[in-house]
């Protein structure tokens, strides 16, 4: 039970640089918020599930650190640099920023919104983590771009995935307060379902969550 880690080797494809490097094994969770944020048990993991290179910073998930020197495509070492300057990445806490960095990364390799959107998620989760709100909204905004691109640009490959991402699009909406367009996202969940009686507990989650939306103030 709780989070297990491992020590594993690692090669650095944007400057070569060899270093090891603590990745997840294994999670146990008791629960979740509402946007899916799961109640670890044990250590928290979300730290460990992201890798970075001590020399240039490159930050990306264990496997993308497999793939030859000079082969990521599309990124050069001094755009890393030039994403850990701006502004608004001196706003979001360390292991936030750490996500934010990866989105970004993903984005100039053009990478599928789907993954890029749950990069910014988890980013805002740690962010909620270190009880910075103003940082965790400003991940929100992106994660919800992105997301909401994925559904509609329908780049998400499992499809039991759709309605689900379609109500976290909506979730999102309503946690950053934008109401109309928290309800919009919550009613087109039905139509996205591939088997309604697997995913019943959705229909009901969002029943919930529509609800609070209308009624409560967050
Ligand atoms: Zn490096």
């Known amino acids: 039970m709780g989070t297990r880690l491992i020590e594993q080797a690692f090669v650095c494809p944007i400057c070569g640089r060899s270093f090891t490097a603590k990745v997840v094994e294994s999670v146990t969770h008791q629960g979740q918020d509402s946007d899916f944020y799961p109640h670890y048990i044990g250590d928290n993991p979300l730290p460990h599930f992201l890798v970075q290179c001590k020399e240039c910073f490159y930050c990306a998930y264990p496997d993308d650190f497999f793939t030859d020197h ?25 292991e936030g920023l750490r996500f934010f960095l990866a989105g970004k990364l993903y984005e100039i390799q053009k990478r599928n919104p789907y ?23 400003e991940l929100q905004q992106l994660s919800v771009k992105f997301l909401r691109e994925s559904v509609e640009r329908t780049t998400i490959s499992n499809p039991d995935n759709v309605a689900i991402v379609t109500y976290l699009v909506g979730e999102i909406y309503r946690r950053l307060e934008d109401k109309n367009l928290a309800r919009e996202w919550f009613k087109t969940v039905e139509e996205n379902l591939v088997d309604p009686e697997q995913q019943q507990w959705l229909l009901e989650l969002t029943r919930n969550q529509a609800e609070l939306n209308e009624h409560f103030i967050n």
Do not use: F, H, T
């Open 70 to 94: 000079n082969s990521v495509p599309g990124l050069k070492m001094n755009q890393i640099q030039e994403i850990l300057n701006q502004p608004i990445a001196k706003k979001i806490p360390q």
């Open 115 to 137: 993954l890029i959107g749950n990069l910014y998620l988890r980013g805002s989760w740690c962010c909620r983590l270190a009880q910075d709100r103003r940082a965790e909204i």
